[in-house]
C-alpha cells in the first residue's frame, strides 16, 4: 500500500497541512539542549518518505540520522532529500526484530507508524532496546474510528512496560494532525477512513533499562 503511495505521498500530505512530525519532533526539541541536538544519533522508524527528517532538521537537529521502513518506495523518496546517513529498508513486528545493537540511539521519533496493520504496541519493547538509557523515545498514534482495540493494546503495552519499570510514559497530549479545512475533494483518497478524526496523541517515553 505504502509502496504504490510513495509518489504522491509528500504532495497529498502538504493539502492536508499535515502536523504530526512537527509536533513530534517539536516536543523532542524542547526536551534537549542546544549542544545535544548536534551530536545526537537519531532513528526515524517508520520514516515514510522522510518528513521526520526534514523536521529533525528543521528544529536545529545536526547529527546523523538513520531511516527505516518497510516500503522500498518510501525509501526510495527519503533517500531523495539526502538528509538520512542510512536509509534500512526492514519490517519490525515480534519476531523481526530492529538490526541495531542494544543503546544504539540518543532520540527514536515515529511519526504515524504505529497503529492498525503498521508496527504493533508488543514491539515498544524492542524498539526501546536500541535506545539509550535515560534517553526518549517519541511517538504519534493516529485517532481512527476503528483502532479502539489498537489503541487498547497500545494503552495496556504501556501499562505493562511501566509496571516492570522499563520506561515511563513522560507525557502524552492529543493534538490536531490534519487541518481539514485545507483538504481539497481528492476522490482517490478517502480522508474520512484513512484519517479518522485528524487527531493523534503524542507519548514521550521514557527509558531506564534498570
Ligand atoms: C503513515 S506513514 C508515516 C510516514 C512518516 N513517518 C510520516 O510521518 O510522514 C507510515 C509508514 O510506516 C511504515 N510502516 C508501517 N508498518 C511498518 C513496520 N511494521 N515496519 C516498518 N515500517 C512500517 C510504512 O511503510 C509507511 O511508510
Redesign the pocket.
Known amino acids: 500500500?505504502?509502496?504504490s503511495w510513495?509518489k504522491k505521498?509528500d504532495d497529498d500530505?502538504t493539502v492536508m497541512t499535515?502536523r504530526?512530525?512537527d509536533a513530534a519532533v517539536g516536543k523532542a526539541a524542547t526536551l534537549i539542549f542546544e549542544k545535544e541536538k548536534k551530536r545526537f544519533k537519531i532513528l526515524?522508524?517508520?520514516?515514510?518518505?522522510?518528513?521526520?527528517g526534514v523536521s529533525l532538521r528543521k528544529f536545529g537537529f545536526q547529527g546523523e540520522i538513520i531511516a527505516?521502513?518497510?516500503?522500498a518506495e518510501?525509501l526510495k523518496v527519503a533517500r531523495e532529500k539526502q538528509i538520512y546517513s542510512n536509509c534500512n529498508e526492514?519490517?519490525?513486528?515480534s519476531t523481526q526484530p530492529l538490526p541495531y545493537p542494544d543503546d544504539t540511539f540518543d532520540l527514536i521519533i515515529?511519526?504515524?507508524?504505529f497503529?492498525n496493520?503498521?508496527?504493533?504496541p508488543d514491539?515498544i519493547q524492542e524498539v526501546l532496546r536500541v535506545l539509550k538509557q535515560g534517553y526518549h523515545f517519541v511517538l504519534?498514534i493516529?485517532m481512527h474510528s476503528k483502532s479502539t482495540e489498537y489503541q487498547d493494546r497500545l494503552e495496556g503495552e504501556l501499562k505493562r512496560l511501566e509496571a516492570i519499570d522499563l520506561m515511563a510514559v513522560a507525557s502524552r497530549k492529543k493534538f490536531m494532525c490534519y487541518n481539514w479545512k485545507d483538504v481539497t475533494a481528492d476522490k482517490e483518497l478517502n480522508h474520512n477512513d484513512q484519517f479518522g478524526h485528524g487527531s493523534a496523541y503524542l507519548y514521550r517515553l521514557k527509558y531506564f533499562n534498570c
Open positions: 500500500y505504502y509502496n510513495a505521498y500530505v499535515y504530526a512530525p526515524d522508524l517508520g520514516s515514510g518518505t522522510g518528513l521526520g527505516l521502513d518497510g516500503a518510501m526492514h519490517i519490525l513486528t515515529s511519526v504515524g507508524v497503529g496493520n503498521m508496527i504493533q514491539c504519534t493516529r
